[in-house]
């Protein structure tokens, strides 16, 4: 029986799919009250007066609140990964600092009523200058987002490995470019939301929360409210999407559980989709000035990126190391012995950056694999293979790169070569050739990727974050008739994990799949977990569903031991039934150990009764997922419009548990990397406003937009007992530059240079039309 | 987000719908709902009341006769889309209808919404005034017929008068139509369309020719120097490019998220000389 | 204001504000949580039902034009509150993620099936533009729909 590699259906959907999904919009407590915010509508102002009378005269308004009154009666947030961090309240009380604060807040019976009071808040504005663009805030002069550091520059980060500057000093050739990564949004479909549930006279709080990780949150907010831990509760049900935007706790949602506090009454808070656009995280936001030292064979020598990450006006959960994680994964799967990466770090009036699957990593593999795809089209290489001249070679691995990140297993090139045959690159190019004659212009991209994932061990380089867990957690608890519940700390937005965990446990269980309810996203019953991001899933989590499945069948194997009066050691599992070496005949079934576990009724008090165990897994080390893609577009060079005609890509994450699971992990990547490559973009006009702020100007790729995807994968296990790698974010790395590599092929005989996405079809136009 | 308070009206009937609009201040009708329930939920818009004329009978019919053809207000965006009668008679409405949002908000908007609606990314518009369309209109003096010139006013404005409906419009006909929209995505609202209508003079020469651009800083921007360059030619490919240019020249685009107006005005000049290009090629066919 | 309603079959009598949208209606006023809001401008689709045949975002929709009509949501799909073939389809095909855009996807294709019963990729892509996902990249969902879950197919 092995349910491991098994395209089993997902345990999720029956309940989803008739409409009885639980998210927290979906939830009616008693006399619960709604909230509505206030929020600044300038970048950069000073608050003179709020005036709260309009909402407060509002029948049906409950209360009202805003920061200018509240702000000393609020906590501080700090944030997870700094040791300092802007000061941040819940609502802010003299200055908001982008477009989008929360300001004050409205609480009302009922959701209309709520935002009827919110409109009749009055605040005065004195607006200050402001600064939006990141070069210009580390000009001297500019204004300042926190006047108290005397400066917008949080950080530097400066790591020269190898010997760079020689290495450009006698390159043949140096290819330069700015590249630009633009700021993106996550927009999972379902908008933050909160319901906070006081109970005043025991001082336990639940909160129900949308959100991607409990444990830590709870931990977060005992330690901003100065709470018991153990009196609360957080609950995150059924999660409508996260992509990292639902790490955090946010100012609103510290607002609405402070309101819920204050009052004694559960409020709840579901935010809208404007709101998710300027007071959600945004994602990436970053300019290289990138540059690859070059040999005439076309071999890299080295890697320059001095680079700025702008972080918006304060810092969320990840916010200062989001940027940290592209220097090190500057150099991808391509052996660069050298390499001069510098990093500056940037305050501006704008809302945050966060992570945002591939974060990091996909700002990474745009630079690398832009600046490869110039580099042979000016060194007159073929870009497929300019890209197995430099690739990591089978027999270099285990390879150590610049970074001291050591990749295992995997063949890179021969993944980029399936690649090149599925998409067909030969007849491709002749294609090519052919519409050129009829002036159609057709181009085909490639780029690879390896992802960082597993994120992460507690100790590592990587996991820097104060009451952040790089463990996660299982409980495994059998019934007496044999069934299994398993408790997993993983929270998913929809990754499935409910069933790989299910397919990991049956495995070793040896029971089958139907028998086994998987449960999470409660702190109350669930052992303390790091929850779903960064790739973890399987290889974090599947990995503690493996362990405390192997202690369950380990006591299950004491049991079997006393019920067949032999020695533990002596007793094998096999297909459901214990028996002893040697005598097959002497059996019990797992059902009849189960039992005994619970009532001891046939050996006695030999053993500790019940059956279930708990296991804390901290990875060993970090993992990696890598692979190809490859796009074929068609531009209109008369509108500027794009239009994907084939994309393909080749995947190893190791072992793939559950097929179906796996392919719509990538599948789903690749439609975000679809958008970050044409369409995404979250804008600020000159006021520091949000003109991308719906779904119909910020343009998330539909059926009509994402072509039918060509998947193949080949499979080098991990160094770890499940053999997984990781797969959440895979997709979102290298399809981006595929893509744009794919439209700078398309209008190579225009000279035009693609310097930055979203290639939408204005900008495609403007740069093939320089004014 | 929740609109704010207002009272709701259902109107049985035209004449009910008109005197309540003219009676009530601040009231304003209701047909499918695609634009103003999503002002509403913005808040852009107050009305005391919202007048439901969805269910007035007799405005939802496609009728035809030897030159015209009419379709009632209250014509869903998808019954035009889907109409074998549009596609045949007015292949230019029949794009310009199935260029509209998607098709959920197809299935509800109306054609006189998308009208009295004078959005200038709205597509019927310039369908409406580049066939040279008439729309009936009905208030509290009675029936009237506007030209299509007449009608708007500017952005989100037009020549009805308080509590005056669109009842109807009367196209004439031509299989000579051809609308071209340039949208980024499924989900974008839409960058710029050319709507064009032609008509022949039986002897391989264009008698009448009607372009209009969407998107443009009006309304359905009709470009006057364009079709008099195409009428009395047959659309030979250097007219066509000099008729494209001049409707570009037409149009005031305004630069904004979704392009500058230099490209805006070159996309014209592209999507004016397909809508031109196709309407020919159908009203050869036709 | 009253508003009456029929809803997967049923008759109910609501009496709500007049500016209530179709879609909260459903999901507070009738406890029909499936249906849900994921953006503010008509884009996304979560909302979408059959309002007297033709899917429909309910929240573009007054209650007052719900009035006396037949509304049919995710709720309604199934006989007796078992999966029906679409849905079931949607299972197979690992047709969902998160699930939070499905109730509108399923609600779409069904009007798209009963109109439609075969349709072609390109028409099934189509019929669901004004859906979005943020999940699946949408090949599992039209595989679904393709797969002929109702049978009609069959010869």
């Known amino acids: 029986m092995t349910s491991i590699g098994a395209r089993l259906p997902r345990k999720e959907d029956p309940r989803i799919l008739a409409g009885k999904g639980r998210y927290v919009d979906d939830l009616t407590v008693p006399h619960m009250v709604h909230a509505s915010f206030v929020r600044s509508p300038f970048a950069h102002a000073d608050i003179t007066s709020v005036d709260l009378a309009g909402a407060r005269e509002t029948p049906g308004v409950v209360a009202s609140y805003s920061g200018s009154e509240s702000a000393a009666g609020m906590p501080l947030i700090p944030t997870a990964a700094a040791d300092w961090a802007p000061p941040r309240t819940p609502l802010t009380g003299d200055r908001v600092l982008y477009v989008g604060e929360p300001v004050a807040m409205v609480l009302a019976s009922d959701p209309r009523t709520a935002v009827n009071g919110a409109e009749r808040v009055d605040v005065d504005y004195e607006p200050l200058p402001h600064v939006l663009d990141p070069w210009e805030a580390l000009s001297p002069g500019a204004p300042l987002v926190h006047p108290d550091r005397g400066t917008n520059k949080i950080g530097e980060i400066h790591k020269v490995i190898g010997d760079p500057d020689d290495a450009f000093a006698r390159a043949h050739h140096v290819v330069s470019r700015r590249l630009t990564v633009q700021r993106i949004s996550a927009s999972p479909m379902e908008p933050r939301a909160i319901l906070a549930v006081p109970e005043p006279s025991t001082g336990h709080l639940t909160v129900w929360l949308s959100c991607q990780g409990p444990h830590t949150l709870r931990t977060w907010l005992a330690h901003i409210f100065e709470l018991d831990e153990s009196k609360l509760r957080i609950v995150a049900p059924d999660v409508g999407g996260g992509f990292g935007s639902k790490l955090n706790l946010y100012s609103d949602e510290l607002a609405v559980i402070w309101a819920a506090l204050e009052l004694g009454v559960p409020v709840k808070w579901v935010e809208t989709r404007t709101e998710n656009f300027t007071a959600g995280v945004h994602a990436r936001d970053q300019i290289h000035d990138a540059e690859l030292a070059l040999d005439s064979r076309g071999k890299i020598l080295a890697l320059r990126s001095h680079f700025v990450g702008d972080l918006g006006a304060y810092f969320h959960f990840f916010t200062p190391v989001v940027p940290d994680l592209t220097i090190d994964t500057l150099t991808g799967n391509y052996d660069i012995p050298s390499v001069d990466i510098k990093l500056e770090k940037v305050f501006t009036n704008k809302m945050s950056i966060e992570a945002l699957r591939g974060s990091g990593r996909a700002e990474a593999t745009f630079v690398q694999e832009r600046l490869i795809e110039e580099a042979a089209r000016e060194l007159g290489i073929d870009p497929v293979e300019m890209r197995l001249r430099n690739l990591v070679a089978p027999d270099q691995l285990p390879y150590r790169t610049p970074f001291g990140l050591t990749y295992t297993g995997g063949d890179y090139p021969a993944l980029l070569e399936r690649a090149a045959e599925l998409v067909g690159y030969q007849a491709v190019r002749t294609r090519q050739a052919e519409a050129r004659k009829v002036g159609r212009h057709i181009g085909v991209g490639f780029a690879t990727y390896n992802l960082l994932c597993g994120f992460s061990p507690s100790g590592h380089d990587w996991n820097p974050m104060k009451f952040f867990p790089g463990h996660e957690s299982t409980l495994i608890r059998v019934d007496p008739q044999g069934k299994a519940v398993v408790y997993s700390g993983l929270c998913p937005q929809g990754q499935g994990s409910d069933t790989v965990v299910a397919q990991i446990v049956a495995d070793q269980l040896q029971i089958p799949f139907d028998h086994i309810t998987v449960t999470h996203g409660d702190t109350e019953t669930i052992p303390f977990g790091g929850g779903t991001h960064g790739s973890r899933g399987a290889v974090v989590g599947g990995h503690a569903a493996l362990v405390a499945a192997e202690r369950v069948v380990e006591k299950a194997r004491q049991v079997a031991a006393a019920m067949l009066e032999a020695a533990a050691q002596d007793i094998a599992y096999e297909d459901g039934v214990f028996t002893v070496v040697g005598s097959p005949e002497t059996a019990v079934s797992w059902h009849e150990v189960a039992e005994e576990a619970h009532f001891l009724k046939r050996c006695g008090p030999m053993f500790e009764p019940g059956l279930e165990a708990t296991a804390f897994y901290d990875p060993p080390d970090v993992n990696f997922a890598f692979g190809a893609n490859a796009a074929v577009v068609e531009v209109d060079t008369e509108t500027g419009k794009v239009k994907i005609l084939d994309f393909v890509s080749v995947d190893d994450y190791g072992v793939g548990i559950n097929p179906g699971i796996v392919d719509g992990q990538i599948h789903g990547g690749i439609a975000q990397g679809i958008g970050q490559a044409l369409y995404e973009q979250v804008s600020h006009d000159e006021s520091g406003q949000v003109p991308s702020a719906s779904f119909s100007a910020y343009l998330l790729p539909s059926a009509m937009e994402v072509p039918r995807l060509t998947l193949d994968n080949m499979v080098s296990p991990s160094d770890t007992p499940l053999g997984v790698r990781g797969v959440g974010e895979s997709g979102t790395l290298a399809s981006p530059p595929a893509i744009a590599n794919a439209v700078a092929d398309a209008l190579a005989p225009f000279g035009v240079r693609i310097d930055r996405t979203p290639l939408r079809p204005d900008v495609v136009w403007e740069l093939m039309h320089p004014e | 987000m929740r609109p704010p308070d207002f009272a709701f009206h259902t109107s049985p009937t035209l004449e009910d719908a008109v005197s309540v609009l003219a009676s009530e201040n601040g009231s304003m009708a209701l047909a499918g709902g695609q634009s103003l329930i999503p002002m509403l939920r913005f808040r852009l818009v107050r009305p005391s009341v919202v007048v439901d004329i969805g269910r007035i009978e007799g405005l939802d019919t496609i009728e035809s006769s030897e030159d015209i053809l009419e379709i009632g207000a209250l014509v869903t965006t998808n019954r035009v889309a889907q109409s074998s009668e549009v596609r045949a008679l007015s292949p230019l409405w029949a794009d310009a209808a199935s260029a509209i949002a998607d098709p959920l908000v197809r299935n509800l908007g109306t054609v006189g919404g998308n009208l009295a609606h004078a959005d200038p990314l709205n597509d019927l518009p310039a369908a409406l005034v580049a066939a040279r369309g008439r729309v009936v209109a009905e208030g509290a003096n009675g029936t009237r017929v506007i030209e299509s010139d007449d009608l708007f006013a500017g952005p989100f404005e037009t020549s009805l008068r308080r509590a005056e409906l669109i009842t109807g419009i009367r196209l004439p006909r031509s299989s000579a139509g051809a609308y071209e929209k340039m949208k980024r995505a499924a989900a974008d609202y839409g960058v710029a369309g050319v709507a064009v209508q032609i008509t022949g003079n039986g002897s391989g020469r264009i008698a009448v020719a009607g372009i209009a651009v969407t998107g443009g800083e009006e309304v359905a921007t009709r470009a006057r120097e364009a079709e008099t360059l195409l009428v009395g030619s047959d659309a030979d490919p250097s007219t066509i490019a000099r008729a494209a240019a001049a409707t570009a020249a037409a149009a005031r685009m305004p630069g904004d998220e979704r392009g500058s107006p230099r490209y805006k005005s070159e996309l014209v000049k592209v999507l004016a000389g397909r809508a031109i290009r196709r309407a020919m090629e159908r009203g050869a066919a036709g | ?155």
């Open chain 3, 1 to 155: 204001m009253k508003v009456s309603v029929v809803v997967n079959g049923a008759g109910h009598v609501v009496d709500c504000h007049p500016s209530t949208l179709l879609v909260h209606l459903l999901r507070e006023e009738l406890q029909l949580t499936g249906t849900h809001v994921g953006c503010d401008t008509s884009s996304c689709g979560a909302c979408t039902v059959i309002l007297d045949g033709a899917a429909v975002k309910s929240c573009t929709v007054l209650a007052g034009q719900a009035d006396g009509r037949e509304i049919e949501t995710v709720e309604g799909l199934g006989p007796d509150g078992r999966l029906g073939p679409l849905q079931r389809a949607f299972a197979e095909h690992f047709a969902l993620q998160c699930g939070f855009c499905t109730s509108g996807f399923l609600m779409a294709a069904t009007a798209l099936l009963r109109e439609n019963p075969e349709p072609s990729e390109s028409e099934v892509r189509k019929a669901l533009e004004g859906n979005l996902c943020r999940c699946t990249g949408y090949q599992h969902i039209v595989d679904a729909v393709l797969s002929d879950p109702t049978g009609s197919g069959q010869p």
